[in-house]
């Protein structure tokens, strides 16, 4: 699989916090019967590692993925539990070469022209826009459509089920990460059901 491919699963990436390991099968089982077969696990928590083992090992038909990978030596953990894409919040040089050595389809974190333009000389021209709302929204991705209109990205940090529509708009914009499909809440009370739904609805945002 391509990165061009992962992006066109969904139009919304799932971005998952998982504190508790044993919500991550469930809540993949939850995202997968609302329609969304893919699901990006953050490494922002102790649980995080194991919850992207376990959904790889028993949810084989939901695309998992490593998301807030920020070192080096992630990458190949990521690989070996089982991740079938990674994505970073920027694009350190250490870290990039890491997440290619892999193999792995890599969805970059890219916020600047600069960092933007740099990816493309790595010949990664689909890329996370972050963090999208602070970083100028919609507004600033149709600005770089101008200079770089080869660039696909998917925008994550500050996008809702209110303002997603407006980004998929967007002729740059190929799908948007987004935590609003497991909310903390529907997670602690184990709410599998509001899960699928909250997928279903998402799932439907291109039509």
Same mark, same amino acid.
């Given at each position: 699989m391509k990165t061009a491919d =992962? =992006? /066109?699963l969904s139009p919304v990436i799932p #971005? #998952?916090?998982?504190e508790d390991v044993e919500h991550a099968v469930p809540l993949a089982? /939850?995202?997968a019967r609302g329609g969304v077969g893919v699901i990006e #696990?953050? =490494?922002r928590t102790e649980a995080g590692l194991e919850a992207l083992r376990r959904i790889a090992a028993e949810v084989p038909d939901v695309v998992v993925g490593a998301g807030t990978v920020t070192a &080096? @030596?992630?990458t190949t953990l990521c690989e070996q539990a089982g991740a079938r894409f990674l994505v970073t919040p920027g694009a350190s040089p250490r870290v990039l070469d890491a997440a290619l050595d892999t193999g792995l389809p890599l969805l970059p974190g890219a916020a600047t022209l600069t960092e933007m333009m740099t990816l493309l000389e790595h010949g990664l &021209? @689909?890329?996370k826009f972050f963090p999208a709302l602070p970083a100028g929204g919609t507004a600033y991705l149709s600005a770089v459509l101008g200079p770089l209109p080869q660039v696909r990205f998917c925008p994550t940090g500050g996008i809702t089920a209110d303002n997603a529509r407006q980004f998929l708009a967007l002729p740059n914009v190929a799908c #948007? %990460? %987004?935590s609003w499909l497991t909310p903390k809440e529907a997670l602690l009370a184990q709410d599998w059901d509001r899960v699928t739904q909250l997928a279903a609805e998402a799932s439907t945002l291109l039509v």
């Open positions: =992962l =992006l /066109a #971005v #998952v916090v998982i089982r /939850a995202l #696990v953050t =490494l &080096p @030596e992630q &021209p @689909e890329m #948007v %990460g %987004g």
